[in-house]
Every structure is written in C-alpha cells, then in structure tokens.
C-alpha cells in the first residue's frame, strides 16, 4: 500500500505550546490528513502525518523553518507553484519573522485545510502508477 507522509514542523516552547499562526496550522493540516485519508482510501493510499518540533533555537537561526509542510518528501509550495515568504507574528516569536505561504496570490499566515488537500491530492497522483 502506497504512503502519502504530511510533514508538519514547528516551533515550541518547553511545555510544547506553539504560536496561534503554527497552532491554526496543526488543527488545519490534522483536519486535512483525515480528509485525504478519506479521500485516498479506495486507491489504498495510506495517509499519515508526522509533527515534529523546532526548539527556540532551532527557530532562532532559521525562522522559515517553522510551520513548514511536506508532501511526499516535498515541500507544500512545490505542489502548488507557490511560494514562502515571511511576517511578523507574536510574542512567543518575538522579533523573528514568520513563515507565511503565498498561493495563488494570497497570502496565509496560517496554512488553511483546502491548500493542505490540494496540495495532498497531487502528491497522491504521483503515487497511483497507471494501469497496464
């Protein structure tokens, strides 16, 4: 059975808290996991999503680390033709620039469900071998 991994890193402090921007993210890229996992099921595509933690140190030498997704081994914006850029975010953060994901000209602080499964859905399209 084919696997479709989501990726979805973030920064965290010491309790395991994130930012409101990375927290809106985890419940969109969780809700997004379970839609493609859904979706893909009667093409035996499994669906599964891995989150990993940046420590502030981490964060802190390259900020555009976090909140940053994978499909399939590749980043979010390459599915989509989209691109990273940054803004400021929150104390937690403090001075250190967010991550922010430009698709279709428009800007999500917060990556949304629906560019997760975009994103998703063309990933999985590249696991489906046609037929002989």
Same mark, same amino acid.
């Not at 990556?111 to 696991?127: C, Q, Y």
């Given at each position: 059975? %084919?696997?479709?991994?989501?990726?979805?890193?973030?920064?965290?402090?010491?309790?395991?808290?994130?930012?409101?921007?990375?927290?809106?993210?985890?419940? $969109?890229?969780?809700? $997004?996991?379970?839609?493609?996992?859904?979706?893909?099921?009667?093409?035996?595509?499994?669906?599964?999503?891995?989150?990993?933690?940046?420590?502030?140190?981490?964060?802190?030498?390259?900020?555009?680390?976090?909140?940053?997704?994978?499909?399939?081994?590749?980043?979010?914006?390459?599915?989509?033709?989209?691109?990273?850029?940054?803004? %400021?975010?929150?104390?937690?953060?403090?001075?250190? %620039?967010?991550?922010?994901?430009?698709?279709?000209?428009?800007?999500?602080?917060?990556?949304?469900?629906?560019?997760?499964?975009?994103?998703?859905?063309?990933?999985?399209?590249?696991?489906?071998?046609?037929?002989?």
């Amino acid at each position: 059975m %084919p696997t479709l991994e989501i990726i979805w890193q973030r920064l965290t402090d010491h309790e395991g808290d994130t930012c409101p921007r990375c927290g809106s993210t985890g419940a $969109a890229v969780k809700e $997004a996991q379970q839609s493609l996992a859904d979706a893909l099921a009667p093409l035996d595509i499994d669906v599964v999503l891995t989150t990993r933690e940046l420590t502030d140190g981490e964060f802190r030498r390259d900020p555009s680390q976090s909140n940053r997704i994978w499909l399939d081994g590749r980043p979010l914006e390459d599915w989509l033709g989209a691109t990273s850029g940054s803004s %400021p975010c929150c104390d937690q953060c403090g001075d250190d %620039p967010c991550r922010t994901v430009e698709v279709d000209g428009t800007t999500h602080e917060a990556v949304p469900a629906d560019v997760i499964i975009r994103a998703g859905l063309r990933a999985a399209a590249s696991l489906v071998s046609p037929a002989s």
